[in-house]
């Protein structure tokens, strides 16, 4: 019953004053006839959660009020996002409004966690290390050290943030390496994990 409650706002439609025009179109072609729709999922819109459908696709949405302002929260992706994963959002949501927060803000400030996490994971830095090291090395050498971090240490930290690096996840993946009989190079792992991480912190 996805499509049961539509509302369509479209310019120069109505039929009178206070009024909406309706047409005869199908759920499939509304999107290429209508520059913006407003769907309702269910109760006729009394959760505030909708459907939004424009020519560049269908989104989630949920209106709330906020300190006085009227706000909306993008939920996702249709159908990538299902009514189901929408109201768990737009639970969550309500949840924040409750405490006190305004869940934009909360998003967007995920966003910024996420991508300063990004940015200064394990990877990122230990690649900035190497850079600055090749002036005092050899060619080879600097194809041997950043070669054992690609193939020993991204796949296992390269992802988490240098400040989330702990001592048990660096012995874990040491360990993985001495599993496969490869002591030396996982001395070696070791030594270049403990160079990034003092280098992340001289910076």
Not at 90 to 100: M, T, V
Not at 122 to 134: D, G, K, M, P, S
Not at 153 to 170: M, N, Q
Request: net charge positive.
């Amino acid at each position: 019953m996805l499509w049961a409650f539509l509302r369509i706002f479209r310019r120069g439609t109505h039929r009178g004053a206070g009024s909406e025009s309706f047409p005869t179109e199908t759920p499939n072609t509304l999107a290429q006839t209508n520059p913006v729709i407003e769907i309702c999922s269910c109760n006729n819109g009394a959760d505030h959660t909708f459907l939004l459908v424009n020519q560049s696709g269908k989104y989630w949405r949920y209106k709330y009020r906020f300190n006085g302002k009227e706000k909306t929260l993008a939920l996702g992706v249709y159908p990538d996002i299902s009514l189901k994963e929408a109201r768990f959002k737009r639970d969550e949501a309500r949840k924040a409004l409750s405490d006190g927060s305004d869940p934009v803000l909360i998003k967007k400030l995920d966003k910024i966690a996420l991508r300063t996490a990004s940015e200064n994971s394990f990877e990122n830095i230990a690649r900035e290390w190497h850079t600055t090291q090749l002036a005092r090395w050899s060619d080879s050498h600097g194809i041997r050290v950043i070669n054992s971090l690609e193939e020993d240490a991204f796949p296992l930290i390269g992802r988490i943030s240098i400040s989330e690096l702990t001592a048990p996840i660096i012995l874990e993946a040491i360990r993985k390496i001495e599993k496969r009989g490869a002591t030396e190079t996982a001395g070696r792992v070791l030594q270049r994990i403990n160079s990034v991480i003092r280098f992340a912190i001289q910076t």
